[in-house]
Structures are given as structure tokens and as C-alpha cells.
């Protein structure tokens, strides 16, 4: 069974730094997919940025980009010059690829940006 | 191109009463999966279809849950003889099979048990 880790519950940066929120899985699968959600504060899950386990290369969405690293079983997500609307909570998500189907989410962290 | 949509938003129910949500994802995506959040925890996946076709069903959709999508258009979840412990939000995603694989998430229906 595959099972997602986020081992901070909340983070905090002021605006316009960075901030890296830390992810990992276990998985016996060679072939799946990982993602970054982002659920504001009563809004809905936004996808912000995915990876392919076949992918060496890291992930990048304009202010988002991921540190994939497959051996270690770690994928986190960093955000350059945060905003204030990066509020939210952010969840790492797994899927397998062999058949695509369900998320498998990790607990969340709690971003806050501060003025 | 419109998104996932969900309604009802909020639903507050005695419990013992029956509740049916109902999910109408993107238009062309043919796969649709239902998750539940309680508080402080990230989604747990409860059922999805492919099509019409119900392909899985997690261990924690008990005998009261159902859930449908009987053209493989929107889909309902049912709740009978709710209880307290049923109090999430419920979650409904679609996707589009053999292309990208992202699932795009309507904003939920909150339920509160009472």
C-alpha cells in the first residue's frame, strides 16, 4: 500500500521569500505520478504542480517548482516569492501510474504568508 | 469550460435522516471520484467511475453509502441513516482517461450531523 508523509503541519514565510514544504511516500511502484494541491481557505483544491516518477527533471510552474528525488522517495515544493494569496493548505497527493486512478493525500501543511 | 460543480453546498441533517449529494464534473471527462475530508486531514477516496461503470470502492464506504452515475454525466452520493461520525466534506473530482491524468476538484458539500 502506498502511503503519503508531510511532516509539517504548518509553515510560515513573509512575503516575498521562499519557502520548501517536504513530502514523502512509500511506494513499491515504479510508475506513478505525484502532486502538489493547494486548497485556499473555504475554497476548493486547486492542482499546483505534478511530476512523473519516469521525469528526472523537476517540475516548474512559474513561482512553483518541485525537488523529486526518486531513490529517497521525496518530493517537495518550493515557492519563490511568496504571495499573500499562497495562503492555503498545501497537500502532496500520489498515484500509480500502471492504471491511473485515486489520489492517495498526505495530511497537509498549513502555509501562512505574512505581510 | 466550466468545472466541477457540487450541490449542495452545505447540508446539516438530524441524524438518522438520508442525504444525496450530486456531482456534475467536466463535460467531456469521463472519470469521476468521490473523497472525504474531516478536519484537519487530507481527502480519502471513496469510490470513482469510469463511465457509468462504479470501478472501485474503498473500505470506508460502508453499507450506507451508494453512489451512482447512471448515463456517466453527473453522479450522486446517497448517505442513509446518517450519524455523526458521517459529518465531512465531500469531495468530488473528474478526469479524462488515457490523456492527462490531473483530477479537477468541485468545492464540496459540507455536511453536519446533528
Known amino acids: 500500500a502506498q502511503t503519503v508523509t508531510q511532516s509539517q503541519p504548518e509553515m510560515s514565510v513573509q512575503e516575498a521569500e521562499t519557502v520548501t514544504l517536504s513530502c514523502t511516500y512509500d511506494t513499491s511502484e515504479n510508475n506513478y505520478y505525484l502532486f502538489w494541491y493547494k486548497q485556499p481557505p473555504s475554497r476548493q483544491m486547486i492542482l499546483v504542480i505534478r511530476?512523473?516518477?519516469?521525469?528526472?527533471q523537476n517540475a516548474t510552474e512559474n513561482r512553483f517548482s518541485v525537488n523529486f528525488q526518486k531513490a529517497a522517495k521525496s518530493f517537495s515544493l518550493k515557492i519563490s516569492d511568496s504571495q499573500l494569496g499562497d495562503t492555503a493548505m498545501y497537500f502532496c497527493?500520489?498515484?500509480?501510474?500502471?492504471?491511473?486512478?485515486?489520489?492517495?493525500f498526505g495530511t497537509g501543511t498549513r502555509l501562512q504568508v505574512f505581510p | 469550460d466550466t468545472g466541477v460543480s457540487q450541490n449542495p453546498r452545505h447540508k446539516i441533517t438530524k441524524r438518522g435522516q438520508n442525504v444525496t449529494f450530486r456531482c456534475d464534473p467536466i463535460?467531456?471527462?469521463?472519470?469521476l471520484y468521490w473523497y472525504r475530508q474531516t478536519l484537519g486531514q487530507g481527502p480519502e477516496f471513496l469510490t470513482y467511475f469510469q463511465n457509468e461503470a462504479q470501478l472501485e470502492k474503498s473500505r470506508l464506504l460502508s453499507d450506507r453509502f451508494s453512489a451512482e452515475r447512471p448515463k456517466g454525466s453527473f453522479s450522486t452520493l446517497e448517505i442513509q441513516r446518517t450519524e455523526q461520525g458521517d459529518s465531512a466534506m465531500y469531495l468530488c473530482a473528474s478526469s479524462l482517461e488515457g490523456g492527462r491524468v490531473e483530477q479537477y476538484f468541485g468545492p464540496g458539500t459540507r455536511l453536519t450531523v446533528t
Open positions: 463535460s467531456e471527462h469521463n472519470r
Open positions: 511530476q512523473e516518477a519516469y521525469k528526472q
Open positions: 497527493a500520489f498515484m500509480k501510474g500502471s492504471n491511473p486512478d485515486k489520489l492517495i
